[in-house]
C-alpha cells in the first residue's frame, strides 16, 4: 500500500463526446496539493466553480453518477474516478468545460492510459486510509446488496444477475488495484436495446452509440422498429431475427459488462473521500445503491 498521498506529475487534457448530451467536452486533470482531494471546476460557467468530489454532493444516479450543487451539475463522473482511485492519485483538479465528464469509449482505459503515461509523485504527507474494522451493510429495494468487511488490503468481487438469457448470471473480481489497468480499466458500459427508446424520451444517450457502449438486443423487434432503432444509433440496418451483441467490436472478456459494474463500483467509491483497506462484495449494484453504500462508509468514518 502506497504510504503517502500522490498527485499527477504533470496535466493531461483528453476530449469526446458526452454519453448524455452529445456534447463535445474537453477535461483536463491537474496536479493538485496535499489534502485538496478530488475536485472538478466548471471553466465553462461564471466564476469557474468548483465541486468536491464527494458522496453526499450526488444528487442524480440514472444511468451515472451526478454531482448537484445550486447552480449546476457534474455528470457521468464514475469512469475517470475509478481511474483515479486504482492509480492511487489522492489529489487531483478535474477542469471540466461542459457537464459531464467525456465518455471515451464508454470505460476507464483512456483515462488510465494517460494518467499511467503521465506519472504520478509522492507527496509529503502521509495518506489517510480508512481501515474497515466492522462490516458496513446495504441493501436495496430490488434485492441489490452492497457489504465492505475487514481484510488486510482492498479488494472487490462483484455479481450481476439481469434475467438475461444473453448476459446470464456473472461474477467479476478484482483482488489487487494494481491490476485494474489490465483486467477492468477497458471494460465497457453497456445498455439493453429495450432501455434505449425509454431513455431517449428522457433525454439521456444523446451522445451514445456503438463506439461507447456495449448494446444487448435479447428481445425481438419488428423489423421497421429494429431498423427505426438503429437509424438512431446510426449505423446500418441489420435482421432484426438475430440477437446478441449489436456491436462490431466483439466483447473483450465474456463478463465484460460485469467488469464494468466493477469499475462503477470503485467509481462511486472514489467518493467516499479516502483509500479504503477491506472486503466489498456487490450484488446487482448500481450507482444509487453504490451511493447509498458510499454514503454509509462516510458515516462510520
Not at 114 to 128: F, L, N, Y
Not at 236 to 246: E, I, R
Request: contains cysteine; negative net charge.
Amino acid at each position: 500500500m502506497m504510504k503517502k498521498q500522490h498527485t499527477l506529475k504533470q496535466s493531461f487534457t483528453l476530449s469526446s463526446k458526452g454519453l448524455h448530451t452529445g456534447l463535445h467536452i474537453t477535461a483536463t486533470f491537474c496536479p493538485a496539493p496535499v489534502g485538496h482531494g478530488l475536485k472538478i471546476q466548471r471553466v465553462d460557467l461564471e466564476n469557474h466553480p468548483t465541486l468536491d468530489c464527494d458522496a453526499r454532493l450526488v444528487g442524480e444516479t440514472q444511468r451515472g453518477t451526478v454531482l448537484v450543487s445550486e447552480n449546476m451539475k457534474i455528470s457521468t463522473i464514475e469512469h475517470a474516478m475509478a481511474a483515479l482511485l486504482a492509480a492511487g492519485v489522492d489529489n487531483c483538479l478535474v477542469q471540466l468545460d461542459g457537464p459531464e465528464m467525456p465518455i471515451m469509449d464508454g470505460s476507464a482505459y483512456y483515462w488510465t492510459k494517460a494518467i499511467s503515461q503521465v506519472g504520478i509523485v509522492e507527496q509529503d504527507a502521509a495518506r489517510d486510509y480508512f481501515k474497515i474494522d466492522k462490516t458496513i451493510e446495504v441493501e436495496g429495494q430490488h434485492g441489490e446488496r452492497m457489504k465492505i468487511e475487514p481484510a488486510d488490503h482492498f479488494c472487490i468481487e462483484v455479481t450481476t444477475d439481469f434475467g438475461s438469457s444473453i448476459l446470464g448470471r456473472q461474477t467479476a473480481v478484482l483482488d489487487n488495484l494494481a491490476d485494474f489497468p489490465a483486467e477492468v480499466s477497458s471494460a465497457r458500459t453497456f445498455v439493453f436495446v429495450r432501455e434505449i427508446e425509454p431513455l431517449l424520451q428522457m433525454g439521456l444517450i444523446k451522445g451514445g452509440d456503438l463506439g461507447n457502449a456495449i448494446v444487448i438486443y435479447e428481445v425481438e423487434l419488428s423489423q421497421e422498429r429494429f431498423d427505426a432503432l438503429t437509424d438512431k444509433l446510426g449505423v446500418s440496418h441489420m435482421d432484426a431475427k438475430q440477437l446478441g451483441y449489436l456491436n462490431p467490436k466483439p466483447l473483450t472478456w465474456e463478463n465484460e459488462t460485469t467488469r464494468h459494474k466493477l469499475l462503477d463500483v470503485l467509481g462511486d467509491l472514489a467518493l467516499v473521500g479516502r483509500p479504503l483497506i477491506g472486503k466489498v462484495t456487490a450484488y446487482k449494484p448500481g450507482h444509487a445503491i453504490n451511493n447509498m453504500f458510499a454514503r454509509a462508509i462516510m458515516q462510520c468514518i
